[in-house]
């Protein structure tokens, strides 16, 4: 008998001073495997980590596995829009702004049609899919991060604030 196989994902994780490149295989449905509170880091292979920022005297590192602390993700991007196109999702999104010490991040939020813009975020989950995502640097990087993702799983612990955006504007 075969052992049960996990997709494997392209992803970007930025962590507080580092961006992370790496392959990520959750252990069953993306979304609930990310608001599974029971595992307290998340494991990572095919790593490459780099610091934000060029005052750090490393300049990467690369390494075959990393366990990252959940609470120290800001956000995931994830880069394959055809995986992501797959992921069951709430119908209803909002188009929202995020904002962390570094970054902002435009996107559609899913979320259930009877939440206010005032309290979209759901103190049930940890983490928040957003689709469509721009992710724009708010101060000069010593990586590039992926600007124009398909989704991004960003830990409510992060947002220092946020908006909805009407595209309009």
């Known amino acids: 008998m075969q052992g049960i196989q996990f997709e494997t994902w392209k992803v970007e994780i930025v962590i507080p001073s580092f961006l ?3 392959s990520f295989q959750p252990r069953g449905a993306l979304t609930i495997f990310l608001n599974n509170q029971t595992y307290t880091s998340l494991n990572f292979t095919e790593v490459e980590l780099m610091p934000l ?9 690369k390494q075959p596995m990393l366990n990252v ?28 702004v995020f904002y962390t010490r570094s970054f902002a991040v435009r996107g559609d939020l899913h979320v259930n049609t009877e939440a206010p813009d005032e309290n979209l975020l759901d103190d049930k989950f940890e983490f928040f899919m957003l689709t469509d995502v721009t992710i724009f640097p708010l101060h ?15 830990n409510r612990k992060a947002i220092l604030a946020h908006h909805t955006h009407n595209s309009s504007s």
């Open 69 to 96: 602390n959940r609470r120290m993700i800001e956000f995931v991007s994830f880069l394959e829009a055809d995986k992501v196109a797959q992921v069951q999702l709430l119908q209803a999104k909002r188009r929202i």
């Open 140 to 154: 000069p990087l010593n990586v590039r991060i992926t600007q124009k993702v398909p989704a991004v799983a960003f």
């Open 20 to 22: 992370i490149r790496a």
């Open 53 to 61: 920022t060029a005052d750090y005297q490393v300049k990467g590192i």
